[in-house]
């Protein structure tokens, strides 16, 4: 398009000053980052560090329901059954005999029921067991109806051809309620629990006692955790896990790429620096402030190590080729700057701009992600224009150039 409509050359006024702001702000930046290498490398050291001790205060947390306004009608709605309801999360403990008819046996009902005792009194922070049924829950029911709805009879009958006889009764009287608890040779059977919709990373405790529980006390069966706890619970925790593998991969895979473009180790390895301090950075505030590590903050590193290693490639590519030239590494950064370091300033300014958007997002997750990330862009920029500098005029040294024959 550009070779087919040229776009002419620009006239200028008389008396109009050739360098632009853009031009003098990049003449500023390069003098400093040049004139300035080792205090403004002390001062990176220095942020890597302090960022590096708040990072160790990060919490994990997924919270869905805590991302809604206080007064948002999803919120409010799901925390009155909370409330209400004591609990709107289930978690199923699927339990197989191994055998048919297996769950006619008096004591292995019998230990449903003090399961069931059990989970009711289970409680992390604000995770905790509302509230807990089984087979057991229809079988009390039916024992009871058969003689005379007397209280004293709303238990488990300790026979097993009486529990037996009972359940047939109720299955020929044409309910089907059984089907949402066993299966139909009565060897499977679910073991329902409800909690409150709270943060996804607080149900492991949760989660690992109930398994911890079911499995001490029901050795001879096999045990099966799931739901939508179960799901939630093991989405988030290897997702988090597969992100943090997938960033180690990433930043060996980088390294390599930057040394071999670059072709020294030594400056490969050192241009890793701007890449990393901006995501350092980033950690460091989210650790020293009240946000979170979920799946929403946790993607901002991702698209910051794409962002950063972009402008970092731009501005190590071209400081080689004018560095070659000149042989002057305070000349190369300041021909770097004034070519590629006028792009990486405007995309960097736009692609900021584009995720600030969401601070007007209704959802916390959304303003923190689009503002953890407007961040880390600029840091990045920053880490380019003057980490990156300062590097490459301490590692290069002047040099005079051969004379061309």
């Given amino acids: 398009m550009l070779a087919i409509l040229p776009i002419p050359a620009k006239q200028l006024r008389d008396g109009q000053d050739k360098n632009s702001v853009m031009d003098r702000f990049l003449t500023w930046v390069s003098n400093f980052s040049t004139g300035h290498p080792y205090v403004i490398l002390g001062g990176c050291a220095v942020v890597i560090a302090l960022s590096l001790l708040a990072a160790l205060n990060i919490r994990f947390s997924h919270d869905p329901l805590g991302w809604f306004p206080r007064a948002n009608d999803i919120r409010v709605a799901t925390e009155k059954l909370d409330h209400e309801m004591r609990g709107t999360l289930s978690l199923e403990v699927v339990i197989n005999t191994g055998k048919e008819n297996g769950l006619y046996e008096p004591d292995i009902l019998t230990r449903f029921e003090k399961a069931a005792a059990y989970a009711e009194d289970l409680a992390y922070e604000n995770v905790f067991v509302g509230k807990a049924w089984s087979l057991t829950t229809i079988l009390k029911e039916i024992n009871q109806a058969l003689n005379e709805n007397r209280s004293e009879f709303y238990a488990i009958p300790q026979n097993r051809d009486l529990v037996a006889q009972e359940f047939l009764l109720f299955e020929n009287s044409g309910s089907d309620d059984l089907e949402d608890f066993v299966d139909s040779q009565f060897s499977m059977a679910r073991f329902n629990l409800k909690g409150p919709f709270k943060d996804i990373v607080m149900y492991s405790k949760l989660l690992n006692a109930v398994q911890h529980y079911f499995e001490e006390h029901f050795p001879d069966t096999t045990i099966t955790l799931t739901g939508m706890m179960v799901l939630m619970s093991q989405t988030v925790n290897n997702a988090i896990k597969s992100m943090a593998k997938s960033y180690l991969t990433a930043l060996v895979i980088i390294t390599i790429l930057m040394i071999l473009l670059i072709g020294r180790i030594r400056i490969g390895l050192l241009s890793m620096v701007p890449n990393l301090?901006?995501?350092?950075?980033?950690?460091?505030?989210?650790?020293?402030?009240?946000?979170?590590?979920?799946?929403?903050?946790?993607?901002?590193?991702?698209?910051?190590?794409?962002?950063?290693?972009?402008?970092?490639?731009?501005?190590?590519?071209?400081?080689?080729?004018?560095?070659?030239?000149?042989?002057?590494?305070?000349?190369?950064?300041?021909?770097?700057?004034?070519?590629?370091?006028?792009?990486?300033?405007?995309?960097?300014?736009?692609?900021?701009?584009?995720?600030?958007?969401?601070?007007?997002?209704?959802?916390?997750?959304?303003?923190?992600?689009?503002?953890?990330?407007?961040?880390?862009?600029?840091?990045?920029?920053?880490?380019?224009?003057?980490?990156?500098?300062?590097?490459?005029?301490?590692?290069?040294?002047?040099?005079?150039?051969?004379?061309?024959?």
């Fill in 277 to 405: 301090a901006p995501i350092l950075l980033m950690l460091g505030v989210i650790g020293a402030t009240p946000i979170t590590m979920d799946l929403f903050t946790m993607m901002v590193a991702s698209i910051a190590i794409g962002l950063a290693v972009d402008d970092t490639i731009h501005f190590m590519h071209n400081f080689r080729r004018y560095f070659e030239q000149s042989g002057n590494p305070k000349l190369a950064v300041y021909q770097t700057l004034h070519t590629t370091g006028r792009a990486m300033l405007v995309t960097s300014i736009v692609l900021s701009l584009g995720f600030f958007i969401f601070v007007f997002a209704t959802m916390n997750n959304l303003v923190n992600f689009g503002m953890l990330t407007a961040f880390t862009i600029l840091m990045a920029l920053a880490a380019d224009y003057f980490v990156a500098p300062a590097l490459m005029v301490v590692i290069n040294r002047p040099r005079k150039l051969p004379r061309n024959k």
